[in-house]
């Protein structure tokens, strides 16, 4: 069974603080991804990546960067929160059978809703 | 990049009625089609998949359907249950890539 898990649920932070969020996932995946989820905009793509030391923008990197030293963990650093960045964060992994592969299903972990005050 | 539209945002059902959720994408080179069910606080979770060799996928109550000339594919559930009430989120991803886009999701309420 995938297990993939985010280091927080709930988190709170100030503006202007550096911000960490981990994610990890258990099943020797290559691809790992950050989500950002809001009402009616659905998923939006971070920053991904596909390998160790490898990322990749998504379509709003802005404001984050991501760090992968490991193969199971992948983190996303808010630089300096703000409040516009108060969202629900989700963490996916998945396995790609080949670089070229078209098929692979996500798995996502619960979530880290943060708040910045 | 690729653009996935989704229709409707919201989606209420009498119980044992059908519903339709509808998706476009404006990437022809898209070829692998996801489904996600997200319930109430828990995480999204594939529910089914279409690849672009294939014209219509089921599985028990749900199934899928694709038209590649049009761009766009359904997501159809038949015989609703208050446990299908959830949020819904089709993906397309062009070949060769690695990044999926979602569309914006269709919270969906079953009526009992």
């Known amino acids: 069974d995938v297990k993939v898990t985010q280091s927080s649920r709930y988190l709170v932070k100030r503006t202007g603080e550096k911000v960490f969020l981990e994610c990890v996932q258990d099943?020797?995946?290559?691809?790992m991804f950050w989500y950002r989820q809001d009402p009616g905009l659905g998923l939006r793509l971070i920053y991904f990546?596909?390998?160790?030391?490898?990322?990749e923008k998504g379509d709003i990197p802005e404001g984050y960067s991501v760090s992968r030293e490991k193969k199971e963990r992948f983190s996303l650093i808010l630089e300096s929160a703000s409040t516009n960045q108060t969202s629900m964060y989700l963490c996916?992994?998945?396995?790609?059978?080949?670089?070229?592969?078209?098929?692979?299903?996500?798995?996502f972990g619960p979530g880290t809703r943060l708040t910045v005050l | 990049g690729e653009n996935v539209e989704q229709h409707p945002s919201t989606l209420s059902v009498q119980e044992g009625d059908s519903a339709v959720i509808k998706c476009t994408y404006s990437?022809?080179?898209?070829?692998?089609f996801p489904w996600y069910k997200q319930e109430l606080g828990k995480r999204p979770q594939l529910i089914i998949d279409?690849?672009?060799?294939?014209g219509e996928k089921k599985d028990q109550r749900i199934a899928v359907t694709l038209n590649k000339t049009a761009k766009h594919f359904s997501l159809h559930i038949t015989e609703t249950q208050p446990e299908d009430s959830a949020v819904y989120f089709c993906?397309?991803?062009?070949?060769?890539?690695?990044?999926?886009?979602f569309g914006a999701g269709t919270t969906v309420t079953v009526r009992a």
């Open positions: 996916a992994s998945s396995f790609t059978s080949g670089r070229l592969s078209s098929t692979d299903t996500q798995y």
């Open positions: 099943m020797d995946h290559e691809n």
């Open positions: 990546s596909y390998d160790v030391k490898m990322k």
């Open positions: 990437d022809s080179a898209s070829n692998y």
């Open positions: 279409i690849r672009s060799n294939v």
């Open positions: 993906a397309a991803r062009p070949v060769g890539d690695y990044k999926l886009s």
